[in-house]
C-alpha cells in the first residue's frame, strides 16, 4: 500500500520524506489555510519536495468550465501536481475534459461506492473515500471503503483507491487488510503507526543487558 501524508505543513512533509516511506501528499482547502498561505503557491513547494511523487491540489471553482481553467492552472505548476475535484456531476465533466488531455484528477469527497464508480468512468486517476467522516455520522467508514476497493479493483479501472479522513492507525491496518492502493494519513497518525510500548521495552532492555557486561554503549 502507498503511503501519503495528508497536510500542507512543509516541515512535517520533509520530516516524513526523511524516513524513506513517503509516496504522495495530499491537500485540500482547509489543510493550505491553516498554513496561511494559498494552494498555487504552497502545491508548487510540495511538489518540489515531491519529486515525481503525486501532490494532489483542490480547485475552488464548482462549475465544470471552472474547474477545467484552474485545474489546468493547478496541473502547470510542476508535472507531479493532480488536480483534485470535489465529487458532483459538474467534477465529473471536468475530470473526462483534464483527463483526455493527460491531467491526473483526485475525485474527493467520495461518500459512496457507487460516487467512485462514476468518477472511475469519468477517467478519475485517483479516488478518496472518507472513512472518518462516515464514523462521524454513525456510519461504518470501513465498509464503504471496503465496497469501493471490492467495485474498483473487479472492473480493473486505471484508478487508485486513496483511503482519506484517517483518524487513527487502525483505520489504516483495515485499509491495507482490505487491499486499498494508498492511504492519505495525517502525521500524528503515522508518528503512532511506528511506536509500540514493546519494541521500546525491548530496546532498553538490551541495552541493560549490553551495558552489565560491556560498560555504558553509546
Ligand atoms: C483527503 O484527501 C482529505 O484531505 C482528508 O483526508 C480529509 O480528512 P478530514 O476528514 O480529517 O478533514
Redesign the pocket.
Known amino acids: 500500500m502507498k503511503i501519503?501524508i495528508?497536510t500542507a505543513n512543509l516541515d512535517m512533509i520533509k520530516e516524513i520524506n526523511s524516513w524513506g516511506i513517503l509516496d504522495g501528499v495530499?491537500?485540500?482547502p482547509?489543510?493550505v489555510a491553516k498554513e496561511n498561505t494559498d494552494t498555487p503557491t504552497r502545491v508548487k513547494e510540495i511538489a518540489k519536495i515531491l519529486g515525481d511523487r503525486p501532490v494532489?491540489a483542490?480547485v475552488m471553482a464548482l462549475d465544470a468550465d471552472g474547474m477545467i481553467a484552474e485545474g489546468k492552472k493547478l496541473a502547470a505548476i510542476a508535472p507531479n501536481v493532480n488536480v483534485?475535484l470535489p465529487m458532483c456531476i459538474e467534477s465529473l465533466k471536468a475530470t473526462k475534459a483534464l483527463s483526455s488531455e493527460g491531467i491526473a484528477v483526485?475525485m474527493?469527497l467520495i461518500f459512496d461506492p457507487l460516487q467512485a464508480l462514476m468518477a472511475a468512468k469519468a477517467g478519475a486517476r485517483f479516488v478518496?473515500p472518507?472513512i472518518?467522516?462516515l464514523d462521524?455520522i454513525g456510519t461504518h467508514g470501513v465498509d464503504m471503503l471496503s465496497e469501493t476497493v471490492q467495485i474498483i479493483h473487479q472492473y480493473g479501472f486505471d484508478t487508485e483507491i486513496?483511503a482519506?479522513?484517517?483518524?487513527h492507525p487502525t483505520h489504516v491496518l483495515d485499509a491495507a487488510e482490505m487491499g486499498c492502493d494508498i492511504a492519505?494519513i495525517?502525521y500524528d497518525i503515522l508518528k503512532k503507526m511506528v511506536a509500540h510500548p514493546k519494541t521500546e521495552e525491548g530496546i532498553a532492555k538490551f541495552k541493560a543487558d549490553y551495558e552489565k557486561v560491556n560498560g555504558p554503549g553509546q
Not at 164 to 167: G, K, L, N, P, T
Open positions: 501519503f495528508d495530499t491537500t485540500n482547509s489543510l494532489s483542490e483534485k483526485n474527493t478518496s472518507f472518518g467522516r462521524d486513496i482519506a479522513s484517517i483518524r492519505t495525517p
